[in-house]
């Protein structure tokens, strides 16, 4: 010991010649000592606040301030570790004691101020061992033992803490000492049929000493208790073999503080079109029930009791239904669903709303999930284990006392991405030479990844190589190319768009314009002629009087002039032949005594003969007269 003290003192000594320091009585080492039970060796461990080095020495000095005041003892820890034992055949019973801890290091030696205590009051109690808890119908009865401790120190008096927790819960409740006994305790207002732990410690009474390390916990269960509140309780409505609605009615499991012990069945009670009443017991957590159904009642059942009736109208109404549904994901939460109510005057507050969602790939098999919220409230956030690229179809109900009014549906999708796939079956249909009719089919719902916002038709020219790019509703399903090339040959593809980006193109379409050909020149002309002529009747038409004062004005008289035809005169058509026979009879059939007066017409003077010019003859005509005796015989 004498030579290992001298080399320490020489290695301070060269450490002063070297101008590096010592540094003694330093904070940053915490450094603490208890002496366990029933072993009853001295355990030291230290906490070093700065940056430890990890090739530092690690000495831990004792000295006996009695027996040895100027002989400390040391003991060296190992790399790394921050703890040393000093076994009792090393220490004395009841005397007092001095401990520090040195760390030297490149940098220096640190000392860690004295801790000077007497063996007596640094013992540390073994942990209690706690009985089975023996719960009740208001908390449970907690019991334990320091057999232990009392065993080797003679029935010294302890004093003792305890905590507890239901299991699920993280944070302890932790009792005040001096409200706990040495031997047990009456844990009161426990929750009915929840899981608890709890656990003890104790420390000597005479607080000379240290707390003892928490008891293993103890597990137990609280009775059952009569259930609370009502089933949340929904139906799916679908379509029976004999296209009648049928109905599923779906209610939620209750929440463990709400069952409040094992739910053992369900009661449905449903009432139909005939006001008849009928009951059945089911297990969680569907039923069917008959197409004639309205109204319907589900309760829950415990060993103690059941839950107050929850009623669901299963009629449709009128009524408005929720407007502008729209659905955003919000990453971290899920989906936030918000709607308006109706603009239309016939518009009520619902008594609640309903939101009901569910994937739309899997079958109908899978059931729905829903929400409730309040009739004064437009908007839920829906909570799930949403998945990437997969299509979620939302509704909102608006319920009423005599039934509910459904929302349209909305597709949503919790995170976008691009399109795996690409429209489908492309195909062309030449309208003429120069136009064509583009048809596809949509993306496969499984392969969208998210709502399309729109596509992309990408044309090519066969011969010039240059590629054309057009943007395309979401909702279109067909697209006319105009202004190409007569006889020329073309390459199509397309693409499908949402939010994360463009989808992978489709394979491409080749197509072929149709040459122009003679007859299809004879059919335009004709064309265009009828629809000249059409016009021009159409404009005569919508301008009679003016085209026919323009013909007057053009047109010589005897063009126009109207000229009475007595053979076609309207009123001579329209006479009665029968009636004028009878006139003319009548005409014929003179009276006795009627004066017949006779009208004679006299003729006119015959007028004086016309002068003769005298006919000058120049002899050549008479060539061409004819003779007297030709003249004769024409006479």
Known sequence: MGNKLSMAWLLLLALKVFGLREVDQDDSIVLQCY????SYDMNCSWLIRNDPDVDATHVLYYQNLKRHPGQPHLVKSQRKQNWLIIERRNLTWGEDYSVWMEISSEAGTITSKKLNFSLDNIVKPPPPILDPVVPDASGAHVKWNNDVWHKFVDHAPLICALRYKASKDHNWVYLQMESVGQEDYELEDLKPFTFYEVEIRCTPEMKNGFWSEWSPPQVFR???AAPLGQVDVWREVGISKNGKPSFLLLWKAPDHEVARGDILDYEVTYRDASKRVSKMVCHCCNATLPPTTEYAWVSARNSISKTLPANLSLEQTERPIPENVQVVAVLGLGLKVTWEPSTSPQWVLPEEYVVEWREELLSKDVPINWIRRPGRNNSAMLKGDFRPKIPYLVRVYALYTEGSSTSVPVRAYFKEEAPSASPQALRDRSITSTASHIFWEEIPLESRNGNITHYTLYLKHSSSGNVIRM??????KSYKLFNLKPGASYELWMTGSTSAGEGVPSPQHHFNTPAISH???????????????FVAAAVVYAKYRWVLNLCHKILPLWCWERI??????????????????????????????????????????????????PVVNSGYEKHFMPTAEEMQQLT
């Open 519 to 533: 007859w299809q020149t004879i059919v335009v002309i004709t064309v265009v002629i009828g629809i000249l002529f």
């Open 222 to 224: 609280t009775p059952e």
């Open 471 to 476: 943007s395309i509703g979401a909702t279109e």
């Open 35 to 38: 002496q366990s039970v029933p």
């Open 564 to 613: 009475p035809d007595p053979e076609h005169s309207l009123v001579v058509s329209k006479m009665d032949e029968q009636n004028i026979t009878r006139v003319m009879d009548t005409l014929d059939q003179s009276p006795e005594g009627m004066d017949i007066i006779k009208i004679k017409e006299l003729a006119p003077p015959p007028a004086p003969p016309p002068s003769r010019a």
